[in-house]
């Protein structure tokens, strides 16, 4: 006796290509919305900081009204530290030019962001209290009063 053949056929399932025309669209579609959320470092340091630690750290909202100084050593091209500098934004200056470059970058600036201005101050844990104190009294003159104090948040 023969076997009995199944009363219903096994029919092959094949599982349809997938349409890839519309990819590109979605990945340039998400690359333009990175390159626009992400905001890039605009300061390449030229001092060497060790930041001082803090618990009540906050994030700034407004960076356009920002305005960073850096206060640390000066690095040389073999990256060994040297003498106490201070960096404007992206330029390292004395503490006797600092009251004219935040009048340039104020005039620079939105009546809007030029009443908030900022300063975001990041100094060395080391550096000398003289340094620091000149600084603050350029800012005085230049009337940039609202000072932000970097610091590491503690973990």
Known sequence: MRPM???????RHNVPMLNM????????TVLFFFMIVTHMRSDELKVRLEV???TEVQKLSNKAAVVNIYIGRLTDQAGQPGNWGVQLNGDVVSPEQIASRIEELRSGMSAENAEKLTISLRADRRTPMKLINAVKRE????YALRIN???MEMK
């Open 139 to 142: 800012l005085q003159d230049s």
């Open 5 to 11: 053949r199944s009363l219903y056929r096994r029919s």
């Open 21 to 28: 025309a519309s990819m590109p669209d979605l990945i340039f």
């Open 52 to 54: 001082p630690q803090g």
């Open 149 to 151: 104090y970097g610091a």
